[in-house]
């Protein structure tokens, strides 16, 4: 195989293994915080918040894999 390839696939894993962990995690996010908020609607607010809050920082680790794979692409 070739380097070239080699890069390639690499680049490849990297995006796609590191997009499956934050969006299996946003996933289950989303259904425990809407299976709360159908439990206790009072608290809505509360947990939609700290909802968010997490998303955003399993959205983050996407985009880390994300540079992570353009710099093994471009710079490896």
Request: net charge positive; proline share 5%.
């Amino acid at each position: 195989m070739s380097p070239e390839t080699m890069k390639l696939l690499a680049t490849a894993l990297a995006i796609g293994l590191g997009a499956f962990g934050p969006a299996l995690a946003i996933g289950i996010l989303a259904a425990k915080g809407l299976e709360a908020i159908g439990r206790n609607p009072e608290a809505t607010p509360k947990i939609q918040s700290a909802m968010i809050l997490a998303m955003a920082f399993a959205e983050a680790i996407a985009i880390y894999a994300l540079v992570v794979a353009l710099i093994i692409k471009f710079v490896g």
